[in-house]
């Protein structure tokens, strides 16, 4: 199976191609802003890196957030248009899924997850998984003074903790200055989603006839935006 995977929601654009049921090709660009502008030029270098073409593709994945509005929208335009040129069906996948999916079993083991992924503002994404990695509660934007309170309502008497996200540290930082209760341990990778969880989760999906989720923006709260202030 041909797979092209994007994801532009956070602090990087990433692209992934899987053939085969493996991994040919993965970049990844760190940048803040301009996702659209390098986007399509990392997907044509995709393509001509590997051996076939977009024609060829059988499936594409896009995280679909929370994350940076801008550059949710960018990865599901991009994602809508090839699908509609390629005549093949484009999956969602949210940030707290790729994220997740990046932790190891092993490093995983013995401890419930919380997925952190930073907002810029005094506030974080949060979505709890178990130690079987099943959804623990519902995903939300939770503010700073919050944090621990959405901690406790998940996790009941347990105390150990594995952070995960671009996030995590400023996390654990909030968490340790209004709790002594709870034992928080980073992951070993900090960062957002990328474009090979996507890929990776997008096709176990699709061939195991999972309901996949719609290529549809997942936000957690709505837009900042401020209306201009007219003069004169």
């Known amino acids: 199976m041909n797979i092209i995977a994007l994801d532009t929601v956070a602090g990087a ?3 992934a191609v899987f053939s085969g049921g493996k991994k040919v090709y993965n970049y ?6 301009g996702h659209a502008e390098v986007l399509i030029p990392m997907m044509k270098e995709a393509i001509s890196s590997v051996s076939f073409e977009f024609l060829d593709l059988e499936l594409i994945a896009v995280t679909v957030g929370p994350g940076s509005f801008t550059g949710i929208r960018v990865g599901l335009a991009t994602a809508r248009s090839l699908s509609v040129a390629a005549k093949v069906p484009v999956i969602g996948v949210t940030s707290f899924e790729a994220v997740a999916a990046s932790i190891t079993e092993k490093e995983w083991a013995g401890a419930p997850v919380l997925i952190a992924l930073e907002t810029r503002r005094d506030d974080f994404y949060l979505q ?20 621990v309170s959405y901690v406790s309502e998940q996790l009941g008497l347990q105390t150990d903790i594995l952070v995960a996200g671009d996030g995590a540290e400023r996390a654990v930082s909030e968490i340790g200055d209004r709790s002594e209760r709870f034992k928080c341990r980073l992951a070993s990778s900090l ?9 990776e989760i997008a096709q176990e999906r699709h061939l195991s006839g999972y309901a996949c989720l719609p290529a549809e923006p997942f936000y957690l709260r709505a837009p900042h935006v401020q209306v201009p202030v007219k003069s004169g």
């Open 13 to 15: 654009s990433s692209v």
């Open 28 to 33: 990844r660009k760190i940048l803040d802003r």
């Open 128 to 147: 709890m998984f178990n130690e079987a990695r099943a959804r623990l509660g519902e995903p939300k934007a939770v503010g700073s003074p919050d944090i």
């Open 191 to 199: 960062a957002g989603p990328d474009a090979i969880q996507v890929a």
